[in-house]
């Protein structure tokens, strides 16, 4: 190779070599600080996701727990949208939008069930009706032209989970309220650490959600005033193959997210669907009370406990 040749190649060189150790570094620094590494993913949405992601951000980053990325897939990008799902210990989904391409979609089913994790927040449950192994993975959906087809009706009455298999469209919801969380399943680790119920900032509650529902865990309940008046399910666990899946009908917009029930629910969510453990110390009553329905900045949160 001629020295001009070299000259003009050279560059190319380090440059490459440089975002190779940028890379390697960013993921050692990652690795040694233990903090969980997050891909969020929005870009379309039925609801707010330009105001939303920051505030679903800003309140795992206030905890030192979580190293976040975010993958924003516009229409436009949704044909490119191919990253390593891999290279994350749980997905952040506040999507709702076009169908990703067959070999995304192959390649997140592949992550899922060999180990990965996810978390669906609020609308991310309306996505992909027509993708079986999706709402598998979610458990309950609504809209998109959800019917009896993708599964029974499940809700909570008299104590125990109901199987409805009545006919009749997926996803509803009342006007927004403050609503009642009652805890179901008290020894869980993501609400061991909760009072056994709590409010929630005002804000639509989904209810009528239909799905598979297998192996899924309802974890607290709410009644839907105004809507189907049962008492509809607010968060659930989910396992897919090895993985772990939280699932969160809470987070209609970013005012109720800053809901201290979606804040302390979020973080200790993701926590489990990464872990399979929740670290973050409990809250009280006090804080998180029944009798009125308190939020906070996200500047307010507390971090993780030093190990």
């Not at 505030?55 to 044909?79: D, N, P």
């Not at 919801?173 to 869980?188: A, I």
């Amino acid at each position: 190779m001629k020295k001009s040749q070299i000259n003009k190649v050279f560059p190319f060189i380090f440059l490459l070599l440089t975002l190779g150790a940028i890379n390697l570094l960013t993921a050692e620094e990652t690795k040694q600080s233990g903090k969980i590494n997050v891909l969020l993913i929005d870009g379309q949405n039925n609801h707010d996701w330009v105001r939303c992601s920051p505030v679903m951000i800003e309140t795992l980053e206030a905890t030192g727990k979580f190293a976040i990325e975010r993958a924003t897939v516009t229409k436009s990008r949704v044909a490119e949208f191919s990253p390593d799902f891999t290279k994350y210990h749980v997905i952040l989904s506040n999507y709702n939008g076009d169908s990703w391409t067959e070999k995304t979609k192959s390649n997140f089913v592949k992550y899922i069930k060999e180990g990965g994790n996810l978390v669906v927040v609020h609308a991310a449950d309306n996505s992909f009706p027509n993708w079986k192994e999706y709402n598998e993975m979610i458990g309950l959906g609504g809209w998109g032209g959800r019917n009896e087809k993708h599964g029974p009706y499940i809700y909570w009455k008299d104590g125990k989970v109901v199987r409805d298999e009545s006919k009749g469209r997926g996803g509803s919801h009342g006007r927004p309220l403050e609503y009642k969380v009652d805890v179901r399943e008290k020894d869980h680790p993501i609400t061991k650490g909760l009072p056994t119920e709590f409010l929630q900032a005002k804000e639509e509650l989904y209810d009528r959600l239909r799905g598979p529902g297998a192996n899924m865990k309802i974890l607290a309940t709410a009644l839907a005033k105004g809507g189907s008046e049962r008492h509809e399910p607010v968060l659930m666990t989910i396992t897919y193959g090895e993985g772990r899946i939280f699932h969160t009908v809470m987070g209609h917009d970013s005012k109720s997210m800053l809901g201290i029930a979606f804040q302390e629910t979020l973080i200790r969510g993701t926590e489990w669907a990464a872990t399979g453990k929740v670290t973050y110390p409990p809250v009280s009553s006090e804080t998180l009370p029944v009798d009125s329905a308190a939020s906070r900045d996200t500047k307010d949160i507390k971090s993780y406990p030093a190990n």
